[in-house]
């Protein structure tokens, strides 16, 4: 299994993008049964031997969305009106959804450690979402994670080859 670095994860997603667009594709058509438990395990394992803090790209380089009990729960460890956690970290995005006004995050510190872990955002708690229920219907994200997550690579690469279409 390959293991690929933040400066060869790019090239290897889009050399692969294609053909696990088809994979994906397939999917969703003929979904296997047991499909989220594949996911559970792959994802258990690969993240047995994946240290996010080695690698922090998701943060780097994407925002999450921060949903309003993402808004309250943190502006409250803040100390903060909702609306002043907003105006001071936030804008709305072409989605309509709340976002970080830059990226890499704000709250990143130089040892790739969040300085609200504790009351992150649903969005990075869950990410790379690889352990998802019903898999089969977020594989467009997923197909975006693999450009910025390692795990998330080695995780679908995996998918492909233990259960193959």
Known sequence: MLKPNLNELGKLAKDTHIETKKYFDKLKKKTPKNLDY?????HNAEFKKTDCLDCANCCKTTGPLFTFADIERISKSFRQKPQQ????????????DYV????????????????IYDVRPKACREFPHTDRKKFN???DLTLQNVAICPAAFNI???MKEKMPL
């Open 85 to 96: 956690f907003v105006e001071q970290y936030l804008r709305i995005d072409e989605d309509n």
């Open 38 to 42: 594949v996911m559970q395990d792959l």
């Open 156 to 158: 679908v690469e995996k």
């Open 100 to 115: 970080l006004k830059s990226v890499p995050c704000t709250f990143l510190d130089n040892d790739n450690k969040c300085f």
């Open 137 to 139: 219907q977020i594989t």
